[in-house]
């Protein structure tokens, strides 16, 4: 465990929040803070300290790996109460990070895309089945609700072979209770007041996370005992795969631990992010008319088309909405660094070796080299030619460096395959004119967005 101490550094503000606390949106509360203060402030609560960091120079300093690494802040560590050594929240010396890292790569290169696309596929035909009843019904959907079946459902499928059947219960399934409880735990436990008793809700989270433990063990049961050597997903990977460097197999805790990993990991942010991207698409005709341009171009006026996997590759503009709803409202909001030696963070920040530094990436991605109105969603930036111009350290939902997401493909060919699929579709109608709240469970989320839909005749 690493102790999390900050002496005051010179000339960084201190916002001691004791008084308020950090509430139940603590990301849009350091928001806020960082615009009142500067992209370089310390956050006191109850005498521990946080330096939050937007500014982009100093975000490509701590991008560094020489001098910096992935820090397993108080955060982190409360995940590692349910995920242990997986990957996200495994520490950068713990052997089994580079074992798994090194047995699981191969299955998110780009290219492996090609297996998950027929699963993806299977699985927006389930969402789209489900829209199509709602818009038949009248009924407006619950966007984030429906976006969490799909991704659950196509992660369990894609990478496990196990079907969570999401469309077919009326709540969210068990798991995702669970997981969303785990996680809320995990991000109000930072909140706690000193004295307190909190027995009550620790009791409750050992129940939730062994539900996950329990569910995780049902889905790798039901695995066992087949030919995995059949089987390329993530799971036959886990059970069969040898390290390249010295043939070792993952163990069976680690393997339960990468598995609830990736149940939470491959579906909570992708469903955030579809669910964002909907929003502004809503809200922005221009940028709709845009990707309906490009849906068309490809699909024509094909009632159910069948995208295919080379096809995605094809959706560009999709694909930089996405990176603009992204960019305002990263769903995985944070990631933390944590220097190697002694050091000076743009020359005037002494850090001491493991002393961490949390970059807010909502903030990063607001900064001036997004230019005079960073508010305002505008899918141009993402052109070859403006990401060209601009500093790689700009834009971060992913993380950073060899800690970086691993699901990042993965995650940009299900939505994108999705949300073109959509817009093909339907109109997208706001009918309850929503304006936007996010929720924080960790991830963000748009809270309680609705549309209603009409499906699209040739003609609009
Ligand atoms: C790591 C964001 C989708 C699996 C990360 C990190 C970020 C991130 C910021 C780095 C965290 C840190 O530095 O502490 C996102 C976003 C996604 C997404 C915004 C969707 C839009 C996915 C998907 C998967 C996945 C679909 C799996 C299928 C992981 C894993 C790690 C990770 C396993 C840990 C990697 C390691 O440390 O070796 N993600 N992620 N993510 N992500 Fe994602």
Redo the contacts with the bound molecule.
């Keep these: 465990v690493h102790p999390q101490t900050t002496d005051t550094l010179p000339g960084v503000p201190v916002v001691d929040i004791t008084s308020v606390g950090p509430g139940g949106t603590p990301i849009q509360q350091a928001m806020a803070l960082m615009r009142e203060h500067g992209p370089v402030f310390v956050r006191r609560l109850y005498g521990r300290d946080t330096l939050f960091v937007g500014d982009l120079d100093l975000v490509a300093e701590l991008a560094d790996e020489q001098r910096f690494a992935?820090h397993v802040g108080p955060g982190?560590e409360n995940v590692r109460e349910f995920a242990a050594d997986g990957?996200?929240t495994a520490y950068n010396d713990e052997p089994n990070?580079a074992k798994a890292?090194d047995i699981l790569m191969p299955a998110f290169a780009l290219g492996s895309m090609r297996t998950y696309h027929p699963v993806m596929l299977k699985v927006a035909r389930r969402l789209i089945d489900s829209w199509d009843r709602d818009a038949r019904a009248g009924r407006p959907v619950n966007v984030p609700d429906d976006m969490t079946r799909m991704t659950l459902d196509t992660?369990g499928l894609a990478?496990f072979g196990y079907d969570f059947g999401s469309f077919e219960r009326p709540e969210p399934h068990p798991f995702v209770e669970s997981m969303v409880r785990c996680l809320e735990w995990s991000m109000t436990r930072l909140a706690r007041v000193p004295g307190r008793d909190y027995s009550a809700a620790d009791a409750a989270f050992r129940t939730d996370s062994a539900h996950l433990a329990q569910v995780v063990d049902d889905v790798i049961a039901a695995r066992t005992g087949t030919d995995q050597s059949a089987a390329d997903d993530l799971l036959g990977l886990m059970l069969s795969a040898e390290h390249p460097a010295d043939g070792a197999t993952l163990d069976t805790a680690n393997i339960r631990n990468q598995v609830i990993?990736?149940l939470i990991?491959?579906h909570e942010?992708?469903s955030g992010?579809m669910s964002f991207a909907l929003y502004h698409l809503a809200k922005h005709p221009t940028a709709l008319q845009l990707v309906r341009r490009e849906v068309d171009e490809l699909w024509g006026e094909r009632a159910d088309p069948e995208p295919t996997y080379d096809e995605v590759g094809k959706l560009t503009y999709t694909r930089q909405v996405l990176n603009e709803a992204?960019r305002l409202w990263?769903?995985?909001a944070v990631?933390?660094r944590q220097a190697r030696e002694d050091t000076l963070l743009g020359g005037r920040v002494p850090l001491r070796a493991g002393q961490a530094a949390l970059v807010l990436t909502p903030m990063l991605h607001r900064q001036p080299v997004w230019g005079d109105n960073p508010e305002l969603f505008d899918p141009s930036r993402f052109t070859p030619q403006a990401e060209q111009a601009r500093s790689v350290h700009a834009f971060k939902?992913?993380?950073t460096g060899e800690?970086?997401?691993?699901?990042?493909q993965?995650?940009l060919h299900e939505a994108t395959m999705l949300l073109a699929m959509l817009v093909h579709r339907y109109r997208l109608n706001d009918h309850a004119d929503y304006r936007l709240t996010v929720k924080e469970t960790i991830t963000l989320k748009p809270e309680g967005f609705t549309l209603t839909l009409t499906p699209r005749t040739t003609a609009d």
């Design positions: 992935k982190l990957l996200f990070w890292h992660i990478g990993t990736f990991a491959g942010t992708t992010a992204l990263p769903t995985a990631f933390s939902p992913f993380g800690r970086a997401c691993i699901g990042r993965f995650a």
